[in-house]
């Protein structure tokens, strides 16, 4: 019967939802975890269309790119809750089980705001009719699972050109993003300032040829250029489309997030929230997923950073050598992670040379071998807690990829 039984859709649905809820139940009353993604997988499996089903009649934001997604969705789930009850998953369950998970959670909000996986954007957009689609970044990732990075942009292009509804926010900056955005019937392009990564961006998505990104107005010969922004962000303030100039004074720190705070203000404002009422709320952002945040490891206190790819490390290794502490870089190689390493040489490493560096992590060799061609020097223990028992006193900057991420916030006492 399909969509001429609109009830026994809605019926399904009902108790798709209902069954999932009670298998997350039974996973956090057994002690397995927090249960989300088994509600949102026990839900699909009884309801395919269930995702369609929990986004109906709701104003759904999508976020998605390469680097700055939970953050960002944070950001946006903040600001936006200025308008009233928002659904979110925004810890990172961005595939279609935490989608799924996170709207069951909240059956009575008018808005979703969902962090989602590149690879899965086609699926989430079908599924859930997005007011608005917010492209932050693309770069290599995991290419062994993802692929290469104008394979993505291609991808997401089609998205964007199978959603006419939505309007696209995007990162004005970045080639491959520009690339993506471009066919959307309404786009709103945001400038993110300085300290990008442009390691993926000096060929063309559109032609092959060579583009220059050393300057500002990046443009190829076959006629993609960067846009025009509405938004900007300047030093630590935000140009808004209408001209106002707002210091952003955020809880988080890094240039990143300054472009990140920009990009959710642009997507909001096209949901009817101002500025001014956003930023407040984006403000109270202080600590994402345990990123950002301050933990107790091997009773030292240490900030807890993560990066996953050549562009997240360059944003985290500025981070560290403005804060001058010591650093441990703490790194794994399993499939979450991605298995090829060969992304540690284009990484700027050499940024920390002169700060105390000492390593860890099941790959904690490889990224030795790394730092000294990078005349950097190290000092090295696989073991976590014990390495940063070597390290000397006083706080502590950590950055560590996927898994050595998620295992150090075990480890660690808030």
């Known amino acids: 019967m399909g969509s001429r039984d609109p009830g026994g859709k809605r019926r399904r649905t009902l108790a798709a939802t209902k069954l999932g809820k009670g298998a ?113 970044n693309l770069s290599r990732d995991q290419i062994d699972r993802v692929g290469e990075v104008r394979t993505v942009a291609a991808r997401l292009r089609q998205v964007v050109v199978d959603s006419p509804q939505a309007v696209v926010v995007a990162n004005a900056d970045d080639p491959m993003v520009v690339f993506a955005a471009e066919p959307a019937q309404r786009v709103v392009w945001v400038s993110v300032g300085g300290g990008r990564w442009t390691g993926d961006a000096t060929s063309c998505p559109k032609c092959g040829e060579r583009i220059d990104v050393s300057v500002e107005r990046w443009a190829c010969a076959c006629g993609l250029r960067r846009p025009e922004p509405a938004w900007a962000v300047r030093d630590q303030t935000v140009i808004t489309d209408s001209g106002r100039e707002l210091a952003l004074q955020l809880n988080l720190p890094g240039q990143v997030n300054y472009g990140n705070a920009a990009l959710a203000m642009a997507a909001v404002a096209q949901l009817g929230v101002v500025p001014e009422a956003a930023l407040p709320r984006i403000r109270e952002v202080s600590e994402v997923a345990g990123r950002y945040g301050d933990l107790v490891i091997g009773g030292r206190k240490v900030r ?111």
């Open 24 to 136: 997350a139940w039974l996973s956090r009353t057994a002690g397995l975890g927090e249960g989300g993604i088994i509600g949102g997988r026990v839900a699909m499996a009884l309801d395919r269309d269930v995702l369609s089903g929990l986004a109906s009649g709701r104003t759904v934001v999508l976020v998605t790119g390469t680097n700055g997604k939970t953050t960002t969705t944070s950001m946006v789930t903040r600001a936006l809750s200025a308008a009233g009850p928002v659904a979110s998953n925004s810890t990172g369950a961005n595939m279609p089980d935490g989608h799924v998970a996170a709207l069951m959670a909240r059956p009575e909000a008018r808005y979703a705001v969902l962090e989602v996986d590149e690879m899965h954007l086609d699926i989430a957009a079908e599924q859930t009719k997005p007011a608005v689609i917010l492209l932050l």
């Open 304 to 414: 807890l950073l993560l990066a996953k790819n050549p562009a997240g490390w360059h944003e985290m290794l500025q981070l560290v050598r403005a804060s001058g502490r010591p650093v441990m870089l703490v790194v794994n190689a399993r499939e979450a992670d991605g298995f090829d390493l060969s992304w540690l040489w284009d990484v700027p490493f050499e940024q920390l040379a002169g700060l105390q560096v000492v390593v860890a992590g099941e790959r904690a060799a490889d990224m030795a071998v790394r730092l000294r061609y990078a005349r950097v020097d190290v000092t090295m223990n696989p073991d976590p807690v014990e390495a940063v028992r070597m390290t000397p006193p006083g706080d502590l900057d950590v950055i560590a990829n996927y898994t050595a991420f998620r295992m150090l916030r075990v480890k660690g006492e808030a």
